[in-house]
């Protein structure tokens, strides 16, 4: 089983909708991450938890938000989709700090705003 | 602020022949270095690092040198191969106090048999 899990993997939705990704991580880690994966652009921080009760907002927050459950799980949800939204979503775990730590990545969740 | 910038793809390349991937920094402070790869469908993950000046990070036959005189992190292999075949990230983080990554634009690698 993967260490950091995403689900879902693929996802199709209209205009306007709700949507949740989930993320969830059996590495024992505290900071967990959301990116966003354009292509040309590399990859994107959306928003950042170094543990449950800290958030921190990345380089391209606007229309998301996020919700750390617990230390294993940090929840990426679209209050209201539109199609520029359209990408691949990466979860990712850190644990050591100073900068010079790994990071964990999921699958990642591939989602269509129509 | 930080950034990186590496090479653009697509990179296409004979099995054995040498790669270069070219990637340089923009950094106030002393960052971490990375390569990160991207296989097919799959999440990144870490291929190589260099945590100061002239370290050499090295891993599956890559390499890459923390050149702090030229801010460059430039990924090498000597002979590539098929399964090489991915998207390459070349990233740096802890320069601001905060452990955040900045990640450059990707760079994807066909190796033709």
């Known amino acids: 089983d993967a260490d950091v899990t995403q689900t879902p993997r693929n996802r199709i939705t209209k205009t306007g909708k709700r949507i949740m990704l989930e993320c969830s991580q059996t590495?024992?880690?505290?900071?967990m991450y959301w990116y966003r994966q354009d292509p040309g652009l590399g990859l994107r921080l959306i928003y950042y938890?170094?543990?449950?009760?800290?958030?921190n907002k990345g380089e391209i927050s606007d229309g998301y938000s996020v919700s750390r459950q617990a230390q294993a799980k940090f929840s990426l949800s679209l209050e209201s989709a539109i199609p520029n939204q359209t990408a691949l979503y990466f979860c990712?775990?850190?644990?050591?700090?100073?900068?010079?730590?790994?990071?964990?990545f999921g699958e990642g969740s591939r989602l269509t705003v129509l | 602020g930080d950034s990186v910038t590496q090479m653009e793809g697509p990179v296409t390349l004979s099995e054995e022949a040498f790669l270069t991937i070219n990637c340089t920094y923009t950094a106030t402070g002393y960052p971490s270095l990375f390569w990160y790869v991207q296989y097919p469908g799959e999440g990144l993950q870490l291929l190589l690092k260099a945590t100061k000046a002239d370290d050499k990070g090295s891993n599956k036959g890559f390499e890459a040198t923390y050149r702090k005189e030229t801010t460059s992190f430039h990924l090498e292999k000597g002979s590539v191969q098929v399964s090489d075949s991915a998207v390459y990230f070349c990233a740096l983080s802890g320069t601001s106090g905060t452990y955040k990554y900045i990640f450059g634009t990707g760079t994807r690698l066909k190796v033709l048999a």
């Open positions: 590495k024992g880690h505290d900071r």
């Open positions: 938890s170094f543990d449950v009760k800290d958030i």
């Open positions: 990712a775990t850190s644990e050591v700090e100073g900068g010079t730590g790994e990071l964990f």
